[in-house]
């Protein structure tokens, strides 16, 4: 078994190794991970955080120890709150990292890093104030940053800035927490699943007060939530339906 974390600040996660395939998600920068396939140009990885698997460029990576990887797996994870910041290397030079990006391994990769930052379990009541950090976000198929982003990803990527583990996918979020019966019973930050005609799971967003809800679709948007689904405030029709609602935290 080989390791790896991503040096750079997002790396494109495929389906097939091949640039044109599918993008499936992001790595962004400080992410470790398993390699568990390995090509003369690409390499199947499982991300530790959420153990999803897809493609990344050989190129993009830098292979580490399994001693290395144990250090540094169980660290607490410490998350940069800016929407982009610097890091810079041992050389001085500068690079980029969205909102997110894992610092835990600065010291793995001789970088430095003096921006703002967040670490531990943050009050429930925090999720929509970070939620609003990605408010107008470009829909992206895979994405996980301000700079596209798609529905799963979004409520990932703010429960990771308070404290919490989601899935990467819909489904698999909507597999977890305890699920609740009517809107009425939700909380602000608890999560609503919606599916399409044949019953999977294919969106999800983040509740808000007064019956709104916060999620990606197009961009990242507030519409309105009811017992049929969300309410599109610009084109006044439903866009998803409910399924279900879930209490993670």
């Known amino acids: 078994m080989q390791y790896g974390i991503c040096n750079l600040s997002i790396v494109p996660l495929r389906f097939e190794p091949s640039d044109i395939s599918e993008l499936i998600s992001q790595v962004l920068y400080g992410e470790l991970f398993k390699v568990i396939e390995q090509r003369k140009k690409w390499s199947k990885i499982r991300l530790v955080n959420d153990n999803y698997e897809g493609w990344i460029d050989n190129k993009q990576y830098i292979e580490i120890s399994k001693e290395e990887y144990i250090q540094h797996v169980d660290k607490t994870e410490i998350l940069s709150t800016d929407l982009v910041e610097f890091i810079e290397d041992k050389n001085q030079q500068l690079y980029p990292i969205p909102l997110g990006s894992s610092l835990k391994g600065l010291s793995l990769l001789q970088h430095h890093h003096d921006g703002a930052v967040i670490q531990g379990v943050q009050l429930k009541s925090n999720i929509i104030n970070t939620a609003f950090l990605y408010l107008n976000a470009p829909y992206l198929w895979g994405g996980k940053t301000p700079f596209g982003i798609d529905s799963s990803g979004f409520t990932q990527m703010v429960y990771k800035l308070n404290g919490h583990q989601l899935f990467r996918d819909a489904s698999q979020q909507a597999a977890q927490g305890e699920a609740l019966s009517f809107i009425e019973e939700s909380e602000v930050g608890d999560l609503a699943f919606f599916d399409n005609a044949e019953g999977t799971i294919i969106h999800v967003g983040i509740i808000m007060k007064n019956n ?25 029709a439903h866009s998803h339906k409910l399924r279900v609602i879930k209490k993670i935290i």
């Open 212 to 236: 709104y809800i916060i999620h990606a679709h197009g961009k990242v948007r507030i519409d309105r939530l009811d017992h049929s689904g969300i309410f599109n405030v610009d084109t006044k």
